[in-house]
């Protein structure tokens, strides 16, 4: 059994390292877990015990009364009962202290469907977050044995891991060219650590970098922009990409923020890049002039030479170089701006 319990471990680690999507993964660790428990219906779901809700990445095997039973708010409740939440090792039926007629799942929905066993396990990360349950049901109460459950337990953070719905986030954080440091945007306005990068100064709760780029996240899955960034006292900018997270629990959680260093500016100063922001923002010259207190002459001016460092026919064209490279400093984060807060 041994020899068996290390393949299984040696394919679900595969599974896990494999660069697909959460919903895929959770479909490829059923094939290996077969061979550990024989299982006629399995549920792989996502927690958000802030929202009271589940999310689920796979179902087989369920008609649809059960299915519509485990997807709704009421089987939390059947969760909170068994206890599986508070940690543990999984659990199966004959595990519980509860009685079978006592957890609504299996009194009236899962038993009348024929299903005598099942183990559910607790998916925790390697960093210690709770993020759901897997669920696996037999139609014998010979499995799963306690074999089969020992080494559930031994590879439930891998399995964990696997299905973490901010694995694909962080992954995307990291793969940002330069990236040097990153924070989880809640939606609250609050931060979260970004497994892989340090964090930044300007990345504080509160910052104006981070409301900048909750306001992003408005119109568009993926922004970049710069920030003015004096360091030392040197006059510096860094390079902010924003990246929205899936649609998955932790509902919280929003986005990535990464910064890294500016790079190549193409030539362009400061003025010239603020101006830059307010065109992507289609403002005209005059409202250009009267936000930087210049006269529209001058105005035109940056523009000429923002165009020619572009080597942009035109400032629609400028505003779309600037959006692609990552060229423009937005408003909030304006000298100006600063200046007043």
Not at 39 to 53: I, K, N, P, Q, T
Not at 238 to 265: E, F, N, S, W
Request: with cysteine; net charge neutral.
């Amino acid at each position: 059994m041994r020899s068996a319990a290390l393949r299984i471990a040696t394919e679900v680690a595969a599974v896990a390292a494999a660069p697909t999507g959460v919903a895929e993964r959770a479909r490829a660790l059923l094939d290996p877990l077969r061979q550990l428990v024989p299982f006629e219906a399995a549920r792989v779901y996502l927690l958000d015990m802030g929202r009271r809700a589940e999310h689920s990445l796979f179902f087989e095997g369920y008609d649809e009364k059960v299915r519509s039973y485990l997807d709704s708010p009421e089987h939390l409740d059947d969760i909170e009962l068994t206890g599986l939440q508070r940690g543990g090792p999984p659990m199966r039926l004959r595990d519980l202290s509860v009685p079978r007629d006592e957890i609504r799942a299996w009194a009236e929905y899962l038993s009348p469907a024929g299903f005598r066993e099942g183990v559910g396990v607790r998916m925790t990360t390697s960093d210690d977050r709770y993020i759901g349950v897997m669920g696996l049901y037999t139609e014998t109460s010979a499995h799963p044995t306690d074999t089969a459950r020992e080494i559930l337990g031994a590879i439930s953070t891998t399995l964990a891991d696997a299905l973490d719905p901010l694995r694909s986030i962080s992954t995307a954080a990291q793969m940002v060219s330069g990236a040097t440091a990153g924070v989880l945007l809640c939606r609250d306005g609050s931060t979260q650590g970004l497994p892989g990068l340090p964090g930044h100064a300007q990345l504080r709760p509160g910052s104006r970098l981070l409301g900048v780029a909750a306001r992003q996240l408005g119109t568009m899955a993926h922004a970049a922009f710069l920030c003015p960034y004096d360091a030392d006292g040197e006059d510096r900018h860094l390079r902010v990409t924003v990246i929205a997270c899936p649609d998955l629990p932790p509902a919280h959680v929003v986005a990535a923020v990464v910064v890294a260093p500016a790079g190549d500016l193409g030539r362009l100063t400061r003025r010239e890049l603020e101006v830059l922001g307010l065109i992507v923002e289609g403002c005209s010259n005059r409202r250009i002039a009267s936000g930087f207190h210049l006269t529209e002459r001058t105005v035109g001016t940056h523009i000429e030479h923002i165009l020619a460092k572009l080597d942009a026919p035109s400032r629609t064209l400028a505003a779309v170089y600037a959006l692609r490279r990552a060229l423009y400093i937005p408003r909030a984060l304006h000298r100006a701006q600063r200046a007043r807060a």
